[in-house]
């Protein structure tokens, strides 16, 4: 009886869990919709999940594009099929790739730091200050990162998709000897447009689910810099494994038969 009630009490934590972040995730979303509305910390969150990310997503789509070529290549050169280079690269990339690692990289840079940022104003109590004031967290804080999370991810994983397909006709072209007209033709021939869509769904997905755990860790963090310290590492591990789980259904929805 011991080990079941155990086992009850992980089940019924982990329902009151799910229901808590529920309620946070509506709450922050309904504040999207309705007024008063600020512009202007949209825009800055905006521009610190978008255009600050841009580095880093770029660099993980190119080498994952040159390194996805050289490894199709060693591969397909035991069939005697080099020429499906092209389709495999574009192929995983807009697919698989660039929403995964582009949705695993910004969580990593961006849910940390909205954790460490809400957390830190939690701890030292100027969220309560903002109540005080007559200002909702929830529309001041966490449905600005909501949108623009959801917004800017799928931007950045269409850079990623350019970059990481231009990474890998470089490598198939100016080292494994690919006549560079043929392999744009392939790249274009097999690519369709739910693809590339299919992608993006997935980023716009990742992206919410990025903000809201970043938020929601960080909103509910106790016992000072100890505390700040664990939202922080939570909200990066919990997005991660929420991404990795929400690409299989997504997957599932797209290309079940």
Same mark, same amino acid.
């Given at each position: 009886m011991t080990v079941l009630a155990a086992i009850g009490r992980v089940f019924i934590g982990f329902l009151a869990a799910t229901g808590r972040l529920t309620l946070f995730g509506a709450t922050g979303v309904s504040h999207i919709f309705r007024p008063p509305f600020y512009p202007g910390l949209i825009f800055r969150q905006i521009v610190e999940i978008g255009y600050y990310s841009l580095p880093v997503v770029g660099l993980t789509?190119?080498?994952?594009?040159?390194?996805?070529?050289?490894?199709?290549?060693?591969?397909?050169?035991?069939?005697?099929?080099?020429?499906a280079v092209a389709t495999v690269v574009v192929l995983s990339i807009t697919r698989e790739l660039a929403p995964v690692l582009a949705g695993l990289m910004v969580a990593g840079r961006i849910g940390a730091a909205m954790a460490a940022e809400i957390g830190t104003m939690r701890v030292t109590e100027q969220i309560d200050a903002l109540s005080t004031l007559a200002t909702n967290p929830y529309k001041y804080l966490i449905a600005p990162r909501l949108l623009a999370g959801t917004l800017m991810l799928p931007c950045c994983v269409l850079v990623a998709d350019i970059i990481g397909v231009f990474g890998g006709y470089l490598i198939s072209v100016h080292k494994l000897?690919?006549?560079?007209?043929?392999?744009?033709?392939?790249?274009?021939?097999?690519?369709?447009?739910?693809? @590339? /869509? +299919?992608?993006?769904?997935?980023?716009?997905?990742?992206?919410? #689910? *990025?903000?809201?755990?970043?938020?929601?860790?960080?909103?509910?963090?106790?016992?000072?810099?100890?505390?700040?310290?664990?939202?922080?590492?939570?909200? @990066? /591990? +919990?997005?991660?494994?929420?991404?990795?789980?929400?690409?299989? #259904? *997504?997957?599932?929805?797209?290309?079940?038969?």
């Open positions: 789509a190119v080498f994952t594009g040159m390194v996805l070529a050289l490894q199709s290549y060693t591969g397909f050169a035991r069939f005697n099929a080099e020429s000897g690919f006549n560079g007209g043929a392999y744009i033709d392939n790249t274009w021939k097999f690519l369709e447009i739910l693809d @590339v /869509v +299919s992608g993006l769904a997935k980023a716009a997905v990742f992206g919410f #689910l *990025i903000a809201l755990m970043g938020c929601y860790h960080g909103y509910h963090s106790r016992g000072g810099a100890q505390g700040v310290g664990a939202a922080t590492t939570n909200a @990066v /591990v +919990s997005a991660s494994i929420l991404i990795l789980a929400s690409n299989y #259904l *997504i997957t599932e929805a797209f290309f079940a038969q």
